[in-house]
């Protein structure tokens, strides 16, 4: 014998609805919270990105003044953030090196960074001063400056990539070079 259909009554489908109007708002809230969750997390990421001890890498070409030549640059940095909000500091000491065929510099510098954190991009600016050499004699010595900036993106707590340009001179010679390159960041 078939079972006959009863229509329901006004108060179940107020039940129903309710039911799953109550079933909805608690995957909406805990979806809410596992955003939560995640935007927190990244942010306590991106603060231990940029934060402590750190070691650069930066690799590229570089225009010397007045001949106009193209030559490869490389660089290694040492510095430690300091995080002031969203303001990033970072005091660091700078070995350059400047190679093209029969020209060789090198320098090192004291700099400091200055940027701010842009969730995972940190956008920075750059200065430094120091003491550079030319050639293999040092007959060609002379007070070193640098200063630019660039962006830095985190992918990682422990991993940097980002892309550098800066001027770079020695005082008392005729050594000016502007500078474009990549640079690889470790934090540990």
Known sequence: MKAKHRPRSCATR???????SGGVTQLASAQATNVEKRALADARGVEEATTGPKLGITAGAFFRSPQDHVGFSFAGDFYYDFR?????LAPGLRASGY????FLAVAGFGTLRAGTSLGPVIPYALGGVGVGFIGHDGRDTGLGYVGGGGVMLALSRR???G???SYQGFATTRFRATYLGATMQFSY
């Open 99 to 102: 190679i093209i065929r029969d």
């Open 14 to 20: 107020v039940w129903l609805l309710a039911a799953l």
């Open 84 to 88: 002031l909000g969203p303001l990033v």
């Open 159 to 161: 991993l940097a990539l």
């Open 163 to 165: 892309v550098e340009a």
